[in-house]
Nanobody, 116 residues
Framework: QVQLAESGGGLVQVGGSLRLSCAPSTGVFYRYTMGWFRQVPGKEREFVAAITWSGGITCYATSVQGRFTISRDKSKNTGWLQMNNLKPEDTAVYYC?????????WGQGTQVTVSS
């Protein structure tokens, strides 16, 4: 069983940056793909970015391409989402997910608010 904890959310002005972290509060990642998702009230959760276990392959939603960077450090068992040039439409609760085959685990989410 893996339990995830996200951190790093907060309030930031337009154009600012935040760095979200995802680490297990219990358990250990091993050969899991990691992804970030976000959700605003009344809307479905949407994909933001993902990275393979090796870190060799990443993919991004079009809306964040060029502004967000996903990364991970296997030795530290931690992943990050660096968010630059934030926009009001990036305001959401951000969730980390790790998955391997049919297994998937979600964090509880961290709020990101971008003020204009």
């Amino acid at each position: 069983q893996v339990q995830l904890a996200e951190s790093g959310g907060g309030l930031v002005q337009v154009g600012g940056s935040l760095r979200l972290s995802c680490a297990p509060s219990t358990g250990v990642f091993y050969r899991y793909t990691m992804g970030w998702f976000r959700q605003v009230p009344g809307k479905e959760r949407e994909f933001v970015a993902a990275i393979t276990w090796s870190g060799g392959i990443t993919c991004y939603a079009t809306s964040v391409q060029g502004r967000f960077t996903i990364s991970r450090d296997k030795s530290k068992n931690t992943g990050w989402l660096q968010m630059n040039n934030l926009k009001p439409e990036d305001t959401a609760v951000y969730y980390c997910k790790v998955s391997k085959g049919s297994l998937e685990y979600w964090g509880q989410g961290t709020q990101v608010t971008v003020s204009s």
